[in-house]
């Protein structure tokens, strides 16, 4: 039986997934607003809220591939995108205050996020060698720390950066996802 984890890292997999994610998102938020419950709606929103600010901070500090990213939110933890992320869906989730669709989400992201970081971090390895290696002596992969963080650090932000990994499109995204949640929460059809 081939393991869960195999089953993530499978490139054919991973490759399918690719080409049909944008459809899988717009299937997983049909699911969600089929559940919604108009009580969890604000609690929802803040932690997806938060999410989404992290997962910004981060574009807009990041320098993919081409600098050991130590500022900013990757000053807490190696891995803040993925957090941020986790943090965004799961608060869109929380929205239908079904524990079964919940539970799901983290099971399913859970895999997702553990797989693509094993993988990542073995690719910066490779890129960054030693000064790596220091980076994740100093800092947690998930849990945030203080270990290296830099106040003067902490606003190191980049619009560059911020347009370069594409936040602006992904806040307009978002913004259009919550305009969906709040509208298929709140307004009702006349009759």
């Known amino acids: 039986m081939i393991s ?3 089953l993530f890292n499978n ?3 991973r490759k399918l997934f690719l080409k049909i994610r944008y459809p899988l998102f717009a299937a997983a938020l049909l699911l969600v607003l089929t559940q919604l419950d108009p009580r969890w709606f604000l609690p929802g929103l803040v932690v997806s809220v938060l999410g ?3 997962q ?3 574009f807009a500090t990041i320098k993919t591939q081409k600098k050991l990213t130590q500022e900013g939110p990757y000053m807490f933890m190696r891995n803040p995108m993925y957090i941020g992320r986790f943090l965004l869906l799961f608060g869109m989730v929380m929205m239908t205050a079904n524990p079964w669709i919940l539970g799901g989400f983290v099971l399913l992201y859970y895999f997702y996020m553990t797989n693509r970081v094993r993988r990542e971090e073995a690719k910066l390895q490779q890129i960054f060698g030693a000064d790596y ?4 002596r100093r800092v947690n992969r ?3 720390g203080l270990a290296a963080f830099r106040p003067e ?6 619009w560059e950066s911020f347009y370069q990994n594409n936040a602006h499109l992904n806040m307009l995204m978002i913004l259009g996802c919550y305009g969906i949640l709040f509208i298929a929460t709140f307004v009702r059809p006349l009759g």
């Open 11 to 13: 490139r054919k997999i």
């Open 4 to 6: 869960i984890n195999e």
């Open 52 to 54: 989404e600010l992290l």
């Open 133 to 136: 290696e220091a980076y994740c």
């Open 142 to 144: 998930y849990l945030p």
């Open 56 to 58: 910004v901070w981060c």
């Open 153 to 158: 650090k902490l606003t190191a932000v980049s």
